[in-house]
């Protein structure tokens, strides 16, 4: 099929519900992807985050082809090696206290059982996440997500969240009743355009919660696994919460949703209050097997902290150089740059000079390579960003000076 026609079929037979790029994919290694004429691109678009460990990383493609001969599913009413494997690996990385844990496909479903379980735990029904926040699309993360162009369409959502400003410890001590199940937040908001919080909030959350006898649920779906230059993002603030989710890249590549939760959260689940058929499956859980032996063995956490630092720098320059560069932002290599202006164009561009980029709302470009991304690579983008945003800076300029 040529490229006319998948970008056809694709359009026509799924549902229109991505902003599509007109870009056919059809090869990836480390941090590059090829498209279907074979032209070479630089990654930094990462599956959205998922591509962590780098596109089909030898040991992934390994660990799959074998569990895939041995044994693809097993549902979870019987019991697996593989899976018992991983879930020992995944404790021996996972904050200290955080030993149960729920499997599932996707960040969403992570949150869905977080959800339920701070209900079912707690016997209260209200959740607390915040203005900015994204957590998936399923009713209950929904609920929790605070865009409104992702909310409005689906009213009814569920009862009883309520969103608070981001970042800010005195509105949501005062959100906080004797019917708050849980607060509900990203240690760094992904989607609501790579928003560091001030050094003192998150640990001052865990000391409300504490005090008021109130689940914290940090949502580490996209700044776990190394991506932030510490393996979990809670790390920096030396905040450890009571329920976590995770997702993107634990599966180097396949799709997971992992809740983990302190054992007496996790065990007022009881048997058929929760489930997924899926949940834990060998071949998913031979890839996450090999997924963090790449993370630790190739010290992913610690690359993305040394590179992301260079790679922040290097953007800082940009902002140096153009007015039209608002901030930089981010930890490790979970970037943002906000701009004074829409994105989209400037993304369109990098893309045929070959750089692939995210974009985090109207304004902000996001950048969340594979943690294997290589110097030289990260020189190039910074290369193509310094002639396209000196392109549109020239255009906005020139534009402005005609009117
Ligand atoms: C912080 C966060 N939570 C939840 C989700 C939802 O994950 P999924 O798309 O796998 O359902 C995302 C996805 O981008 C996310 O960034």
Known sequence: MNEYDIINFENRLMANVFAKRPLVITRGKGALVWDIKGKEYIDCMGSYGVALLGHSHPKVVEAVCKQ??????????????????FLQKLMSITPKGLNKAFLSNSGAEAV??????????????????VMGGFHGKTMGALSATW???YREPFQPLVPEFKHVPPDNLEKLTEAVTDKTAAVLLEPIRGEGGVRVPPDEFLPGVRELCDEKNVLLILDEVQTSFGRTGKLFGCEHW????????LAKPFAGGLPIGITVAKEPIMSSFKVGEHSSTFSGSPLVCAAACAAIDVLLKEKLAER???LGGYFKAKLEDLQAKYKIVK???GLGLMLGVELRYDVLNIILKAMDRSVLILDAGRNVLRFLPPLVIEKEQIDKVISVLDTVIGEEENERTSGAAAN
């Open 147 to 149: 865009d409104k162009k």
């Open 238 to 245: 030396g905040v450890t919460p009571d329920v976590m989710c």
């Open 304 to 306: 993305a902290a040394a």
């Open 112 to 129: 869905e059982c977080a959800i339920k379980l701070a209900r079912k735990f707690t016997g209260k029904p209200e959740i607390i996440a």
């Open 68 to 85: 895939a001969e041995t044994l693809i599913s097993c549902h979870a009413s019987l019991y697996n090696p593989k899976r018992t494997e």
């Open 327 to 329: 901030e930089v932002r």
